[in-house]
């Protein structure tokens, strides 16, 4: 028995928070990082977790159980019905960044879904390994919209909206993507929380504000379909304005946006829960040299180049 999976990054385009709110969102996979996961049958007893990256080399039931990873074990076998559990081997590794707005945790639930599957010779839908990979983000994230899972689970452009089938969408014309990482590990848990009790404390001008956003996202599809991405950066531009209203910016976010604007990005914004993690600009093939510098330079950790097509 054995078996390997792996499943890219993700990031959101247009229409986080808002989308908590069923407003629709549009987000991409992220094909330059991925979550691999590797299945062997072991000589210990027991299954054992191997995780290099995050120094963990422990068996199941030694881990607390709200355990990320024992959970999605404990999961699949349940559904699967598998019982007593085989004495398996299961090495995970990331190049997604954690806590920073790429999907690192549903990426390695879904490539450890599928490789467990696999290793024990069942069949998981997509559908089933969506809303394994939903339970788990729901144990972390208290009330996640699904956008996450949905993205990575299938690998496309997806344009979400809350409780709804799937939808992906067209990429008219090719356009390239800056993402900056602020290095700060900002729990969307807490921006998504703040988000709320702001919404409850005055409904009807958040709702107003999340309208907005909707409007930016319906134009947005609108202009990556027609292959109109001139129209693009000030959308992006107008939904980071909002999202500052929102309060889920933060002043390293802020600081990327403005490198990048000022080095010739066309547009730019903060991407998933905020606070910290990462943002996006959009860049002529011709200025993606000068604005990963200016990145660098305003305090960007990392950067990731992507096309999207
Ligand atoms: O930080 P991320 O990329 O996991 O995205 C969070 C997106 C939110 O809209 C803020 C929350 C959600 O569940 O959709």
New binding site residues.
């Given amino acids: 028995m054995s078996s390997a999976s792996s499943a890219p990054g993700?990031?959101?385009l247009f229409?986080?928070?808002?989308?908590?709110y069923n407003r629709p969102?549009l987000?991409v996979p992220v094909m330059q990082v991925h979550a691999d996961v590797e299945i062997s049958d072991s000589v210990r007893t027991g299954i054992w977790i191997l995780a290099p990256d995050i120094s963990l080399d422990a068996e199941l039931s030694t881990l607390p159980p709200t355990d990320a990873l024992r959970a999605v074990i404990e999961r699949v076998f349940q559904t699967l019905g598998i019982s007593p559990y085989p004495a398996l081997e299961i090495k995970i590794s990331s190049s997604i960044p954690v806590?920073?707005?790429?999907?690192s945790?549903?990426a390695v639930s879904v490539a450890l879904i599928r490789a467990l599957a696999a290793t024990l010779g069942q069949a998981l839908s997509d559908s089933q390994v969506n809303t394994l990979t939903y339970e788990i983000?729901r144990l972390h994230?208290g009330?996640?919209?699904?956008?996450?899972n949905t993205v990575i689970t299938y690998a496309k452009p997806v344009y979400?909206v809350?409780g709804q089938p799937i939808e992906t969408f067209h990429v008219g014309r090719p356009f390239t993507l800056v993402i900056g990482n602020t290095g700060v590990n900002?729990p969307?848990k807490e921006?998504?929380g703040d988000?709320r009790k702001h919404w409850q404390a005055d409904p009807a001008h958040w709702e107003q504000l999340f309208d907005r956003v909707a409007q930016i996202v319906r134009q947005a599809r609108a202009a990556i379909e027609t292959g109109d991405t001139v129209a693009l950066g000030p959308l992006m531009d107008a939904n980071h304005a909002i999202l500052q209203t929102l309060t889920?910016s933060s002043v390293e976010l802020d600081r990327l946006v403005d490198a990048a604007k000022s080095a010739g990005a066309a547009g730019a914004k903060l991407?998933?829960?905020?606070r910290g993690?990462?943002m996006i600009a959009l860049v002529t093939p011709q200025r993606v040299d000068e604005v990963v510098r200016a990145l660098h330079l305003a305090g960007a950790k990392s950067t990731i180049v992507t096309t999207i097509q």
């Fill in positions: 993700k990031i959101i229409g986080e928070h808002a989308v908590v969102a987000a806590a920073s707005g790429l999907g945790g549903a983000e994230h009330t996640p919209s699904g956008i996450d979400f809350r900002a969307t921006s998504v988000v889920v991407s998933g829960g905020g993690g990462n």
